[in-house]
């Protein structure tokens, strides 16, 4: 596998369940991002992990907990979610966590909460 | 309220003519510019930045420019290729913050 990879590619899930999304970069990069990106909506920055350690947390609720283990993977749990978190939920890496950086981006996971 | 706005949401092109996608910004201090391309279930790959000591950047077939007094940014595709039918996202930052997104523009390049 190269670059970045996401599973499950698709999700399903009712409010009162708990899942987990999966991240894992084959570049070598320090920082790992989530992003969310609802329909008809800009990508938003949900958390960065720069060394493992969660540098940005954009006001995300707590229904949202990631989990980063080490540079190279990251995880996004779920539990208790509600129909508006419906949306595409990007990974990406870059370097070092520079701003400047370019990030790489995976393909996402596109999450259904009914 | 959103800080980059890409106000039209799809373009159509005929192969071989110039492609001008556009990106309005709000935060005057925004310095720093990308455009990331999309195809259908992949990630956002980067295409090309600027900063706002530039205004212009080239690569190839694809040109960024930046009107800062306007606050607007736009990419140019000359020529117009198929392959270049995706989804265009510009995203613009201030030094040390993150980078804010546009919604995309949805490019269709008719053969």
């Known amino acids: 596998e190269t670059g970045v990879t996401q599973t499950p590619r698709h999700l399903v899930m009712g409010m009162t369940n708990k899942k987990s999304l999966k991240c894992e970069q084959h570049?070598?990069?320090?920082?790992m991002y989530w992003y969310k990106q609802s329909a008809k909506k800009p990508l938003e920055l949900m958390f960065v992990?720069?060394?493992?350690?969660?540098?940005e947390n954009n006001s995300v609720p707590s229904r949202f907990s990631p989990e980063c283990p080490n540079s190279s993977h990251l995880f996004l749990h779920l539990h208790t979610l509600q129909p508006e978190d419906s949306a595409l939920y990007l990974c990406a890496s870059s370097q070092d966590g520079g701003f400047r950086e370019t990030q790489y981006f995976g393909p996402g996971t596109r999450l259904l909460v009914l | 309220d959103q800080q980059v706005k890409q106000n039209s949401p799809s373009l159509s092109v005929q192969e071989g003519r110039i492609s001008i996608l556009n990106c309005d910004y709000t935060?005057?201090?925004?310095?720093?510019f990308l455009w990331y391309k999309k195809y259908p279930a992949e990630g956002p790959t980067f295409l090309i930045s600027i900063s706002s000591i530039k205004d212009k950047n080239e690569d190839g077939r694809f040109t960024v420019f930046l009107n800062k007094s306007a606050k607007h940014l736009s990419l140019h595709i000359v020529p117009s290729q198929p392959g270049d039918s995706a989804v265009y996202f510009c995203a613009a930052s201030e030094t040390g913050n993150q980078f804010y997104f546009g919604t995309g523009t949805s490019l269709t390049v008719i053969p």
């Open positions: 935060n005057s201090m925004f310095d720093y």
């Open positions: 570049l070598g990069h320090n920082a």
């Open positions: 992990y720069n060394f493992k350690e969660q540098t």
